[in-house]
């Protein structure tokens, strides 16, 4: 190995290295931690795409369901079916759901129109500039968080452990959170990985 190679080499080697620890940084400072399981989840107000407001602490004394959601991942279209008769089930029972759509691109129109689609039962609020999916560090879609009565994360992670978007689930995460907190019962699995699309975030 001569001299040139060995000096080319070097250089090589160091500019892929200064360029993954750049990129390591750079997502450590993108991507908040996600809020604690036991943690009070921040408030925020946010508009559905029928422009009406809504706030976390406007649904205090309920379990809240929030479900990071993206029209345009095939892994939140194929969970919404469920997620729909989900929240059919327990709506009278003191349980919300409500969606946040944080995808730089998606706009309320279009927002509306695929809810409109698919007969979303719940409303979809928009987080422009994913502000508050920074906040909470909401990384996927769809990823779930579930609030107890006293404003605390209960459950986070996935929606259940379904393999892909048309995947048959054997276990279903949200579901027995929501009923391991009607019943008064420790959630079994309070947290679990969440997979899907990543948010697409705005560049900053």
Same mark, same amino acid.
């Given at each position: ?7 080319? /080499?070097?250089?090589? %080697? ?6 993954? =620890? ?33 706030? %976390? ?20 279209? @194929? =969970? &919404?079916? &469920?997620?729909?008769? /989900?929240?059919? +089930? ?7 759901? /409500? @969606?946040?759509?944080?995808?730089? *691109?998606?706009?309320?129109? !279009?927002?509306? +129109? ?11 609020? *928009? !987080? ?5 999916? !920074? %906040?909470?560090?909401? *990384? ?8 107890? +009565? &006293?404003? +605390?994360?209960?459950?986070?992670? =996935?929606? &259940? ?19 391991? %907190? /009607? ?10 990985? =969440? ?10």
């Amino acid at each position: 190995m001569n001299k040139k190679y060995s000096i080319t /080499l070097v250089a090589i %080697l160091t500019i892929t290295v200064t360029t993954i =620890a750049f990129f390591r940084i750079m997502i450590k400072e993108t991507f908040a931690e996600s809020v604690s399981v036991g943690a009070i989840m921040p408030d925020f107000k946010l508009k559905d795409y029928n422009g009406n407001e809504h706030t %976390l602490s406007q649904y205090k004394g309920k379990i809240v369901v929030i479900e990071f959601c993206s029209q345009e991942c095939p892994f939140s279209r @194929g =969970a &919404d079916p &469920d997620l729909i008769k /989900l929240s059919e +089930k327990y709506k009278d029972r003191g349980v919300v759901f /409500l @969606g946040i759509d944080s995808h730089f *691109k998606t706009t309320p129109e !279009d927002i509306k +129109k695929y809810a409109n689609e698919i007969k979303k039962t719940y409303p979809i609020l *928009k !987080d422009f500039e994913n502000k508050y999916a !920074d %906040l909470v560090g909401a *990384k996927v879609t769809p990823e779930i968080f579930v609030i107890d +009565k &006293d404003g +605390k994360v209960a459950y986070h992670g =996935a929606f &259940d452990n379904r393999s892909g978007p048309n995947g048959t689930p054997t276990e279903k995460y949200t579901e027995n959170a929501i009923e391991a %907190l /009607l019943s008064g019962k420790p959630i079994e699995k309070p947290e679990t990985k =969440a997979w899907g699309c990543t948010i697409k975030r705005v560049q900053k």
